[in-house]
DNA sequence: CCTTCTTTCTACCAGATGGTCAGGGGACTT
DNA sequence: AAGTCCCCTGACCATCTGGTAGAAAGAAGG
């Protein structure tokens, strides 16, 4: 599995009838790969069972075998299609016009938004995030791209001046923690019999910009 | 289940032969905590399969569930022993003649101590502190009555106006995610090719010192 | 030598899991 | 009406899972 497969291809690998966006079958696709997502995301990929999986949809499990080739192909599936939400939304910023730190702190709000709206996106990180999770590699080819474009405008700012200098790709990965870490603690609190409220959200947005502005910014 | 339980008595439960520890099984029984802990820890509960484990070890399955009765058995176990562990190094702060801001600044210095010396009792703590994980209510058994004391602690000093008046639970979880957050982390090093380094967790502990600061020293 | 207890092993099982295969039904084309 | 393609399903299977039953091996003690 090459480091230039382009997500699409990889999808293409892996998803019958990709392609064609329309028909039934298109409506059927999403459906699962939306329960796939929770179960992933909450239950791990190994405590999911395709059988269950298909039942919560009113469906075979052969169904899904047959969009998804196989367990894995729809772990990837998923996996594919939660990285591209979060390309779309880092992608929208980055082609934006704000600069240096503004632009750290839009990236910020924007990862923060999407983990508040799909916060079993993050649930899915944790668990793929994990070594040894049969979409690690996935994980890094879908996310590694979009990291690495991230440092190089990080460095690049670093040369200019305008970031203070430090180990880039150290401060991304703890940012990146960061925001993966949000999906224990709500799992936390609402094993706690507490509903996460925006509150508990935003202090951590603030504790992840107040980082990184102690590591980026020059002037202090 | 009562929370009234004591470890040891749950212990008591799961383990065939608790109260002789002498004997050629003891060390055995260690050896198999020691490997599960680690499996658990990596790739989970679901994912860890008995005859892998005891593969692992030279030894066959049946001896694993001689010892601890069932797979839950001996999640059980390794849930509870390194609870201990966690609480041995709390209650030696919580004994100790640090008062105030100066008690809760050793606490964290012990339980990150603690986090780099046993990294894969960080991994646990992440996979069984998920929703739905069949260590749940054992966790919340082992730790909490400890949290709850910290609770009650914080709140006197609330109440005697050492400590700035705030939702204690909600600064424990943020403190206890942040821990556990410290597991991803060292995790997405090590998949990123880099070795963590006593920098990154002490940046971490930094960061999360200075929120406890701000949320709860008095002055300022 | 016999008994008893601990520890480990061989043999086996019932259930669940991911996956294969062949087929059926609907819609659209020719 | 026949062929074709997409979507879905029932029947089936090999494998792996946690767990049980029973025995062998050794040590300890009488």
Known sequence: M???????????????GAGRSSGKGAETRERILDAALESFGTIGYDGTSLDD???????????ILYHYVSKRGLLGAVVDR???DLN???????????????????????????????PLLMGLLRE?????????????????PL???????MERE??????????????????????????TEIEVLRAAGLEP????????????LRFLRASLDPQR
Chains 1, 2 share one sequence.
Request: charged share 25%; hydrophobic share 45%; proline share 3%.
């Open 88 to 118: 779309v939304a880092l992608l929208e910023v980055l082609e934006g016009e704000a600069t240096d730190w503004e632009r750290v702190e839009a990236l910020v709000r924007s990862v923060f938004r999407v983990a508040l709206e799909q």
């Open 128 to 144: 793929v995030s994990r070594p040894g999770s049969p979409a690690a590699p996935r994980l890094k080819g879908a996310m590694g």
């Open 158 to 183: 670093m040369d200019a001046g305008r970031m203070r200098r430090t180990d880039a790709q150290l401060v991304l990965i703890s940012a990146y923690s960061t925001v993966v870490g949000l999906a």
């Open 53 to 63: 999986l298909a039942a919560g949809l009113g469906i075979r499990k052969q169904t």
């Open 197 to 208: 409220t925006m509150r508990t959200v935003a202090t951590r947005r603030r504790e992840l």
């Open 2 to 16: 090459p480091d230039t497969t382009t997500i699409r291809d990889t999808v293409r690998d892996t998803v019958r």
């Open 82 to 84: 939660s990285a591209a």
């Open 147 to 153: 990291m690495d474009r991230a440092q190089a405008w």
